[in-house]
RNA sequence: GGUCCGGUAGCUCAGCUGGAUAGAGCAUCAGCCUUCUAAGCUGAGGGUCAUUGGUUCGAAUCCAAUCCGGAUCACCA
């Protein structure tokens, strides 16, 4: 248990004993002592001076006096100022916390609880390269699907491929035209982004196609739906959706392509998925559902025979869910998509993490999928993150601004290198450990960069700060475990001594300590909120103040053995911490850099 | 126009389930490497928490209105 619930206990308790009445805890909080103030933790009592009728200074006394009388073990002091009562923790609390877990590499994280849990990230459509916004998506998914999973729950990574539709067919007709059977091999170009080179050049033609159309005297639109080119990835998307032999060969082959691609970045990035869904699989799902709903009432049919969902009366509109020809649309195979899921997962909760353009797609989805009585569908969890800019602004496929996520990993590992390389720590390493190291860093400096922002939030993407390796940084937090790790390698926990701690706990000791203790409330907190950032920003405390503590105390010069035992157990529990937390968001921490 | 999200230091971001004098990093300035890794440490300057009103012992935090920015309101996905 955490020590602000043990806290909150013990004065629930205590506010029982002295006025003979029950309290639920929610009438005061317990936070953490200001540091210009004496104490480690504050009972804040305003919320129950009136009810009590008491003074903050009568209620704090006799709060204070009881705390420390019953629980004389975990209290030492206390003082009061306004309505706070600051309580100070014993040394010997604080020693206990670290001597019973500094070697638990799984400490922090939660018993499994038998609750299921579907993380769907990533999804990309099969005609492009994945870029730095779908970066943003995959280490979210990723990290909360880690950090779900350490707080206990059982998680299905799921990724849905758009791997059909009209942009699909456009850079398959630009292939046909313009590629004379170019294939990765014979290029020696990625899958992803050879297909992507003729998604753009479709968009070239297109262009041109549509100028010379307006020369005649179309107007543009017009010639946009006149263009040949488009006329023929629409026909292509025909002949696909009646199965077309040589169109499906084609699509299939160009799509191969496109996954090869994406399994290397998705392996150089350190992810993957338990099962992998296919639009081309899925885009029909719905009738069966269109049919209950509308055997519900839950959906109603109009005189074109087109399907629609009334959703006025929650705020929201009417919406199709099949067209007139009977064809499903977006929503109708997401819902057949999510009922999949559950009968598949029998999830408690379902997690999308997905652009928040889609809000209004996701609030439907909830709405639907509950009126249409999908078990769990309360738990339905549209994880919405913001879109990655550019500090000239939005990424444009047109104006050639877009990052690719390939190009930027690249760039990052490269800094990576010339950095370390300038710092020349790394006598001996192996070339492959040093290529590991550079992965390491490199990655590890954009993932954290991008995870360090609330997933709500827009973000802009300053390229030269994501490569600098001081302060708020991955660098950092890994710098900073290496320290440990380099003190630990000099000389290693005597598992055989137990420190007492007698001496009495210094400032950064005792500050390390603490924070140590709150990495389990960091997980749960991170988990409810589906927030990596949450854990991003303790690691950096964390790593902060051990580099303090470093600094200032030695360990291994400690002035006597009791000591120096507490040290190297701050310094390995620090360390174990650190990659555990640094895990949760995907980042690997190095022994030495 | 309706709905939703955001606005905190020059810049990038924390803090938002109400608590004490609003925090980090970058940038700027001043110190610290014969001592376990200086990718580090210590310190300084830098704020009308968009604006106005309300709620109360107390508001960056909750409510309302306004301003600014973004998203969305497709028989696209």
Redesign the pocket.
């Known amino acids: 248990m955490s020590i602000a619930a043990v806290i909150q206990g013990h004065v629930v308790q205590a506010l029982n004993e002295l006025f003979q009445q029950s309290f639920s805890g929610k009438e005061f909080?317990i936070?953490k002592?200001?540091p210009?103030?004496e104490?480690d933790y504050?009972v804040?009592m305003?919320?129950l001076l009136?009810p009590l009728r008491q003074s903050p200074d009568g209620l704090g006394k006799l709060l204070g006096d009881h705390l420390l009388q019953h629980h004389s073990p975990v209290f030492t002091a206390y003082n009061i100022?306004?309505?706070?009562l600051?309580l100070t923790v014993s040394d010997s609390y604080w020693v206990d916390v670290l001597t019973g877990n500094y070697n638990n590499p799984d400490f922090g994280k939660k018993e499994k609880n038998g609750r299921s849990v579907v993380v769907e990230y990533a999804s990309p459509?099969t005609n492009k390269p994945l870029h730095l916004g779908h970066l943003r998506n995959i280490f979210l998914g990723w990290s909360v699907s880690e950090i779900l999973d350490a707080a206990g729950y059982m998680i299905h990574k799921t990724c849905i491929a758009?791997d059909r539709?009209?942009h699909i067919c456009k850079s398959m007709v630009a292939w046909k035209h313009f590629a004379n059977g170019a294939t990765p091999e014979t290029t020696g170009i990625k899958g992803d982004h050879l297909v992507g080179d003729y998604y753009v050049m479709f968009g070239n033609e297109m262009k041109k196609q549509v100028a010379d159309l307006m020369a005649t005297g179309l107007n543009k639109e017009d010639a946009e739906k006149k263009a040949p080119i488009m006329l023929e990835a629409q026909q292509m998307l025909v002949d696909w959706e009646a199965g077309k032999p040589e169109v499906l060969a084609l699509w299939q082959e160009m799509n191969s392509w496109v996954y090869a691609g994406f399994d290397v970045t998705y392996k150089r990035v350190g992810v993957s998925f338990d099962k992998m869904y296919y639009?081309s699989d899925t885009?029909l799902l719905g009738k069966k559902l269109v049919a209950e709903g509308l055997e519900k009432g839950v959906f109603y049919k109009?005189e074109?025979n087109?399907v629609w969902v009334d959703l006025t009366a929650d705020?929201l509109?009417e919406k199709?869910v099949q067209?007139?020809?009977g064809t499903a649309?977006?929503?109708t195979?997401d819902i057949g998509l999510a009922i999949q899921k559950y009968d598949e997962y029998k999830y408690d909760s379902s997690i999308y993490v997905v652009g928040?353009?889609?809000?209004?797609?996701f609030k439907v989805l909830k709405l639907i999928c509950e009126k249409l009585g999908l078990p769990s569908s309360e738990g339905i969890y549209h994880l919405s993150y913001?879109?990655v800019e550019l500090?000239t602004g939005?990424m444009k496929t047109r104006e050639g601004t877009v990052v690719d996520a390939d190009d930027i990993m690249d760039e990052m590992i490269n800094v990576?290198r010339q950095?370390?390389e300038e710092?020349g720590?790394?006598s001996g390493f192996t070339e492959e450990e040093l290529l590991k190291?550079y992965n390491t860093?490199g990655l590890g400096a954009l993932k954290f960069f991008i995870l360090?922002?609330?997933p709500?939030?827009?973000?802009?993407f300053?390229p030269e700060?994501s490569i600098?390796?001081?302060?708020?940084?991955a660098?950092?937090v890994q710098?900073s475990h290496?320290?440990a790790?380099?003190?630990l390698?000099?000389e290693a926990v005597n598992e055989t001594y137990t420190p007492e701690g007698n001496e009495g706990l210094l400032p950064l000791e005792k500050e390390l300590i603490m924070l140590l203790e709150q990495y389990p409330v960091v997980i749960e907190?991170a988990a409810a909120e589906y927030n990596p950032?949450?854990v991003i920003?303790y690691c950096?405390d964390l790593a902060?103040t051990f580099?303090?503590f470093?600094?200032?105390?030695?360990?291994?010069?400690a002035g006597s053995e009791d000591k120096k035992q507490l040290r190297l157990r701050l310094c390995q529990m620090t360390a174990n911490v650190i990659t555990s937390g640094m895990k949760l968001a995907g980042i690997e921490v190095?022994?030495?850099?």
């Open positions: 909080q936070n002592t200001k210009e103030f104490g504050t804040v305003f919320g009136k100022i306004k309505g706070f600051n459509n758009n539709g009209i639009e885009y109009k074109d087109s705020g509109d199709i067209r007139k020809d649309v977006y929503i195979q928040d353009e889609q809000n209004y797609h913001g879109m500090p939005r990576a950095k370390t710092l720590k790394v190291l860093i360090r922002v609330d709500k939030k827009r973000m802009i300053n700060e600098d390796f001081h302060g708020f940084t660098s950092f710098f290496a320290r790790k380099a003190i390698r000099n907190q950032s949450v920003s950096y902060k580099n303090s470093v600094t200032e105390h030695r360990v291994l010069k190095p022994e030495r850099m």
